[in-house]
């Protein structure tokens, strides 16, 4: 037995309701182009580093110690206790003074 095939017409609502999802379908994919090429990616470009001389300062070893856990295999670990060092240094690229 032959399938019989039908063929649906839209209504002129139903078609204008289809080409308006599309169209903002389109918008919507083109707007991400254009954020992605004109606003991202120099924005990404401007976060790139840039090299720099650094200078040191100052040096300062405050009295802080700070608790560092440790595991040197299955049955070692431990904890023990480094001092703080505060290293300040001077960037030549911005020229501001930096910890």
Known sequence: MAKIRVSYEYSEAED???RLGLFL???GILSLFILGFCWLSPTLQSLESKP???TVVSVLRPEEMFECVFTCGADCKGTA???CLQVFVNNSESHSVAL
């Open 16 to 18: 204008k309701s289809i």
């Open 25 to 27: 379908i389109a918008c």
């Open 52 to 54: 720099a001389n650094c």
């Open 81 to 83: 206790l480094y001092p």
